[in-house]
Antibody
Framework: VQLQESGPGLVKPSQTLSLTCTVS??????????WSWIRQPAGKGLECIGRIYSSGSTMYNPSLKSRVTISVDTSKNQFSLKLSSVTAADTAVYYC????????????WGQGALVTVSS | QSVLTQPPSLSGAPGQRVNISCTGS?????????VHWYQQLPGTAPKVVIY???NRPSGVPDRFSGSKSGTSASLAITGLQAEDEADYFC???????????FGGGTKLTVL
């Protein structure tokens, strides 16, 4: 299984950050997995942004919930992240990852995409 | 402030054993949710080295082991090697937050 993030590396303040994760080597429709976005500011820890099931059901981090939308496109084996009204505090490496439903842990990760919020 | 507490840094000499602790509460580790550990080498994505408290994925050396008791968990690395120098994060699920939570990470230095 491989995951690959794609999207703009630079976003202006107040705009919307958009990233897509393409999954290969496995089906995003599998009942055994969720699909998640995690971010990591430089030199800091990991923060789970949210997750989505292939059915479209989502769960978001309460601290980001008002600004986050995660969606899935099973026909393309992709899922996406939109984070609105970004500020410099949203500058981070954004990872997509597969979540094992049975244990709620991340077994496969993308390589990460650095997104910088700056004018 | 992370929900799970880890020491910021640890060090050990080659061949030694180190233990990285992860302290939670009754709404996460103490509630029976599994604790998972990730190794993050510089410039790379995290990689799971222990899942479900003590299970090792295929390909992870048996020098890595995990345990859990009460509201705390621990990652042990024996026979420390230079290649083990990395950041290590613990992770669990929190019922009061209804979401996945991470520790702040421990930077392991091999002397």
């Amino acid at each position: 299984v491989q995951l690959q993030e794609s999207g703009p590396g630079l976003v202006k303040p107040s705009q919307t950050l958009s990233l897509t994760c393409t999954v290969s080597g496995g089906s995003i429709s599998s009942v055994s997995y969720y699909w998640s976005w995690i971010r990591q500011p430089a030199g800091k820890g990991l923060e789970c942004i949210g997750r989505i099931y292939s059915s479209g059901s989502t769960m978001y981090n309460p601290s980001l919930k008002s600004r986050v939308t995660i969606s899935v496109d099973t026909s393309k084996n992709q899922f996406s992240l939109k984070l609105s009204s970004v500020t410099a505090a949203d500058t981070a490496v954004y990872y997509c990852a597969r979540v094992v439903v049975a244990g709620l842990f991340f077994d496969y990760w993308g390589q990460g995409a650095l997104v910088t919020v700056s004018s | 402030q992370s929900v799970l507490t880890q020491p910021p840094s640890l060090s050990g000499a080659p061949g030694q054993r180190v233990n990285i602790s992860c302290t939670g509460s009754i709404s996460n580790v103490g509630a029976g949710y599994g604790v998972h550990w990730y190794q993050q080498l510089p410039g790379t994505a995290p990689k799971v080295v222990i899942y479900g408290n003590s299970n090792r994925p295929s390909g992870v050396p048996d020098r890595f082991s995990g345990s859990k008791s009460g509201t705390s968990a621990s990652l042990a690395i024996t026979g420390l090697q230079a290649e083990d120098e990395a950041d290590y994060f613990c992770q669990s699920y929190d019922s009061s937050l209804s979401g996945v939570v991470f520790g702040g990470g421990t930077k392991l230095t091999v002397l």
